[in-house]
Structure formats: structure tokens, C-alpha cells
């Protein structure tokens, strides 16, 4: 230890160079260049049994029942395929709110159990996208869209999911991604707007951001409105987005199913499931769509030029020009529909998103978020589940849904996001060969959000949640304790100072809210996401899971107690010190590892863009952080952050309390009213009516099970190994030693931040010993050593460091009986932070000293 500390002594750096190295001792897992190269009309009988099927539901459902609507856990019918569950846990910081999208729903639910109103909903997988991060109850962001950096994945939200705990950031970093250096203005700007011009489209502002390395431009299309954001850079990784505001006005989640539609085949490509085909052929980074409850995404990204324009000209006819909306069993399948095997069975429901999201009414949490963010939002587009209610669903019909296409998927309502390296010129080409198609509607102005009016009185709400038998029932309470912080938009320093108080009270085991709550013996875990300010307004959530009856009312109080006590007495100067340190450092490092940079810019810039304000704004957070920086040394952080607390916490009246409680009967009550929906359907139908159903029932199981003709494949792009380089990325490696250490370097452009992991050789433990690892790992740095506690050790790293965690890897060898086993420090700093940085990798692991009874003494640093 000694030797890497002075191996890794500033000393070491040669000052005139343009790049640090990066030292690594013994294992690494890198990633080059962020995010690398990796791998006919239907016919009339059938139209005719939807109408009459639509007429039997509404039969049915009319009748006063005092049952409530069925909500089992069910699996849904299809899975895209499965979440990385720690691919996200990097972008922590850079954006708080696309952090929460990411730990929520999706499909299927990540491991997180989570809830949040702007939580996206994700429909494909994407083999280097990012998901959400893991349950560790580790270092979380601030909430600032100014720290947004990430971005959903399988996210379908509708109801409010959001992460039990907080994620991991400081104490759990990823694999560090290789920042890109800076970005000149292109030469030809002239040339290219006047190109812009005589394609119609109008530059409506032009900016350097700094901060990103890139040179921004915002068109707008003369014919149809749509708004175009060219973003260009050096970045080889290149994004594509189109997104579409489309606030539902009730729960049968047109949105959702039709975003789950649209990528079932299209004019030009007309297979069933042509992303499906794209998978097998395609170099692409980042390949998936995802429903916010007030807008619909659909992003791409690659490193290959021609590979993206591929998926760039897939997307675009998909969104524009869906099959979906002329081909009823798309609906069906993708929706919702009865399934009838045979006249004598029982019908019963089936669809994509109907299967999906009985599975998320079956979850407390997810329940939970529904209820609150609904309670918080009544009188707009929140206070409905975009995603869609099961009960609700099966109301949507074929009509609505594809007139909702009509109306919201059009290019007067389009935000259109290019970033990279490719040419904007040939951006714009591609653009204008559809949006010449259209002409101008008024989807623009009908598509608007508006605001929630504040309450003049807090809210309290009880609901109660399918619970299992085991275990005692009284022990099962959930409450959280909701605020909708402000009726107008705020200003970027104010939504600033938001997300730096967010991590104060909530974004490491040290900060208050979080570790008195958890303290106290109210409750198991805690629930809210904290601050969230996807939305067109920020509220802030906070809560506790596992309460006893008697202690819902104590979890409030104590909630207002201690907000009360930091409003008075502020935060410790080391604490805000590690903060703002962590906060700006992730800001800094912009390293977003696998999740392509692009894309996590796009989503930031959204969050204003979306709602007609400026687009550039979330892109460029020096100057509002220099002026926090300025605020909190000229007047103290007691005068910043005291006043958040009071003014949009203990004195916002706009306050909805839920408590969720626990009911066993609930799920068997909710399927006997299912059954007997169905039932009454089922016995208003005719013979005839029985049979056409079992007959559609049986072509619509046909034509999911025959394959795509050879024809309709062909029509898939894909690339040909000319397209291919021939040549992998070269890293550059150097292998050296160090007092029989074997040390790795890599000397790479990181932005002046150096990362390491120093890796420890555990194969002397005895096997039923390395159950123990992990939490040994994890003691490592929530307990503190021999001269600190956990909360001054959390301290110091957010003030020295970008991070530091510790980890077990353990992996079985072919051919070998006894397993690889590893423990893993890693961390990262600025360059004249390194001394710092193995200065807290020896205190932090310095108290495995009194471990060596359990032969894990391997780990220790030599004093």
C-alpha cells in the first residue's frame, strides 16, 4: 500500500501532459470511447366482433358492482428481455431524475422495488443500455435536471416508482468510461445553415456548450413546426431521438400501448417486429422507446455512421407511419383483448401492456406512487396513469386509439435531438424526406400541460395493498409524505440549489433525513425518491416502509422534526463541503459509462424542452453553479439551503400524506370481480358472437407464431462487413511491477480524473467463509474505522473523491473446483486528488484488522 500510495503521488504526473494517466492495479474493465462498438386491412367480421366486443364490455361494466377491480400479480405476457441492473448506477449524479426513471418499472420490474410518477415506461432492450441500479443503499444525486445525465430504460411509468433506498454513486462506481476531448465549432456553419434553409428549416438559436464540448443548434421546421436540436461534437456515438408530448386525458394507457404499437412494423419496413430483426444486425449502443406520463421517446444511438442512419430512417417511418393503426390485432396483441380457446371455456383478459401492468398494480410500492402522485396532481394529465389501469384498459377502443396517433404523433409536435459526429448536413436531409409529408396541425397547442393549482389544505389518503399471510400484518404499513413544491417553473439556480439540499438530506448513508429515519425503529426502509423534477413540476417525496399501525402518525412527525431542525440549525460545513464536491465532480466527469452521453444530454434538455422553454438551458450548469458556489461562501449554507426547507417544505400547505395498508383478502376480491366482469360478458354474447371470438382468438395466436416472409426481411437494413472496421479500437496498455504487485496503465483523455481499482487475490479463505464477503465489503465504508465514524468517513470521501467503493467478485473456473474470488476497491479523483484518494482506501480499510479470526486479513492495508 505504501508503494501504490507514492506510485500514485502527483509526483508521478507529468504536469505538461495533455492527458493523466490512468493507474490500475492488478484488474480492469474498461470501456473505450463511453460507450465503444459493441456488438392489410382486416376483415369486416373482424371489425364487426370488436364493436360488438366493445358493446358487451360496456354492458357489463355498467352494472354497479361493489367488488373492486381485479389487480393480481400476473407476468406479463412478453419480456424484451432483461435489465442490467447496475449499467445506470454511473449516471447517478449527472441526472437525478433520469436516475429514479431508471431504478423503476419496466419490463421486466427491475430489482429495485421502486415508484414515480415521471418515471418512464421502456420498450425494448438494448444490449449496452442501462437500467436500473441496484438496491444498495449507497450515495445518491442531487435532483437537478442540471445533474441529469441518465436516462430510463425499459421504463413504462405511469404510476409513481420510485427506489426504496437511495442509489449507489460515491461508494458504488461503475467501470469508467473514456471522457471526449474537446470539440472545435465546424468551419462550415454558414454553409450549413444556408443548406438548412433551402431544405426548410430556420436556425432559431446557436450556442457553444462548454460544458459538453459541443456546438448546439435549434431549427425549426418552416412547414410543420417540428423543432430540430443539432448537437455536434466528436463524440463517436452517435443519438438520435424523437420525442412526442402526449398527455392522456384517463387511465386506459394509449400512450403506452401505443408506444409498445408502433414498433410492430411500418410502411416501409412491415414486419411484425422489425427492432426484433435490428438486434441481430445492427452495431447499435442504445436501441429502445419509453412513456413518460406526458411524452413519449423514442431513442437510438451507435458508433457505426451507416448502422445509424439505419435505425434514424426505422424509427422515423415507425412513429409516422405505423401498420398499428390499420391492423386491429396489433391492438390486440399489444393492448388488450378477450381470449376465448373454445365456446365452453371461460374468456379472459390478455395483452402486452394489460398483462404488464397487472403485474405493477400488484406491487405496494408501485401502488403507492400511483396514489400519491394522482393525490399530488388531480386536475391535469398526472392524475392519470399514463401506463394504464388494468381495470381501465380493456375501456380503449381501436377508434381511440388510432385516432390518438393521428392527433399527438405528428411532426408540429415533435422535438427532434442529433448528437455526434456524423454530418448535420446529411441530419437534416434525412429529416426533411418525412417531414415534408405533413402539414402543419394544431397537435402543438392540444398537447400542452398545464399546471397544478396548490392546495389550500394538506391531503391524507389510505389505500390498501395485496398482501401475503406471512408474517405479522400490523408490521406492514407504508407512509409517505408528499409536496408539490411550486405552481411555476423555477429558476435554474433554484432547481440547482433543489437537487445540492436533495443530497444533503438524502445522498449517502451520513445525511440526516435519511439515517435518522432509518435510526429510529419506525419502519424497515425508506420509500420517496426524494426531490423529482422530471415533471412540469418538481415535488419531493420521502417515507418509510415496514410500519407498525401504531407508528404511521410518529413517521410524519419525525419526517417534520428533523426538516424543522435543519431549517434551524443547517448542515454541518463538512457535509455541504462533500456535497457540492460530489455533485460538481460528477458533473465534471460527465461519465455516463455505457449509457451513450448523447442520449443522457437529450433526456436532460428535454426536461425543459418538452414543456416550450429553452433547450440549452439544462446543457449549461457553470454559470448557476458558480453563483450557488458564490451564495454559499459570501452568506453561509444555512442562508441558501434554510429557506428551500421552509419555502417549499414545512410551509407548503400542498402536502398529500398516503398510507398504504396491508389487505390479504385484497387480490382474492379483486379477481372474483374480474371474473364476474367477464362473466357477464361472456353470457351477453351469442353463440355466434362465442365463436367469432374463438375463431379471432385462434388467428390471432397464428399469426404471432408464423414467421416474417423472407420478402419482409429483406426490407430490414443491415450491415455488410465492408461497413464493419476491420481494425478493433486499440487501448493502449502499459504492464509494470511494483514490489511484486502487477500494475496496469492506460493512458487515456479522462478529463484530468484518474481511475483505479486495486484488486485482492482472496482464494486462502476457507469456502464457508465467502458468504461473508459481501457484507464485509459493505461494512468497510458504513462503519467507519478506528479514528472516524461512518458519517465523517462518508464525509471525507465526498470532499477528496469522486467515489470510492469496495466489492466482492466471485466467478466458478472451468475445470477447477475452487472458485475465483476477488475483492475489489475502486475510486476516482481529480489527478492532485490521488494521494487523498489511497489515503482513504487504507482508512477504509483499515478495520478489517480485528477481521482476521474469519481469515479475511488478505484485504488488509499494510499500516
Known sequence: ALATTQFFSPSKIDPGAKKPRIFLLASFFFQPKQAGKTPEKKPSSRESLAASIESSYHAATSAPSSNPPHRQKQTPARADGKLDTHAMERVALLRTSGRRLLQRCGRPRPLVPAASSSAPRRRLTSS??????????????????????????????????????????ARRLSVPAVSTSPSPVPSDTDDVHEYAAKLGFEKVSEQVIDECKSAAVLYKHKKTGAEVMSVANDDENKVFGIVFRTPPKNSTGIPHIL??????????????EPFVELLKGSLHTFLNAFTYPDRTCYPVASTNTKDFYNLVDVYLDAVFFPKCVEDFQTFQQEGWHYELNSPEEEISYKGVVFNEMKGVYSQPDNIMGRVSQQALSPDNTYGVDCGGDPNDIPKLTFEEFKEFHSKFYHPSNARIWFYGDDDTKERLRILSEYLDLFEASAARNESKVMPQKLFKEPVRIAEKYPAGQEGDLKKKYMVCTNWLLSEEPLDVETELALGFLDHLLLGTPASPLRRILLESGLGEAIVGGGVEDELLQPQFSIGLKGVSEDNIEKVEELVMQILKNLAEEGFAPEAVEASMNTIEFSLRENNTGSFPRGLSLMLRSMGKWIYDMDPFEPLKYEQPLQQLKARIAEKGSKAVFSPLIEKYILNNVHRVTVEMQPDPEKASRDEAAEKEILKQVKSSMTQEDLAELARATKELKDKQETPDPPEALKAVPSLSLQDIPKKPIHVPIEVGEINGVKVLQHDLFTNDVVYSEVVFDMGSMKKEHLQLLPLFCQSLLEMGTKDMDFVQLNQLIGRKTGGISVYPLTSSIKGKEDPLTRVVVRGKAMSTRVEDLFHLDELSSSRCSVHRTTEVQAVCFPK
Open 259 to 272: 408506444e409498445h404499437s408502433v414498433l410492430c412494423g411500418s410502411r416501409k419496413y412491415p414486419l411484425k
Open 128 to 169: 449496452s443500455s442501462a437500467a436500473s441500479s441496484s438496491s444498495s443503499s449507497s450515495s445518491r444525486g442531487g435532483s437537478s435536471r442540471l445533474l441529469a445525465a441518465a436516462a430510463p430504460l425499459h421504463l413504462h411509468a405511469a404510476g409513481r416508482y420510485w427506489p426504496l433506498t437511495a442509489p449507489g454513486l
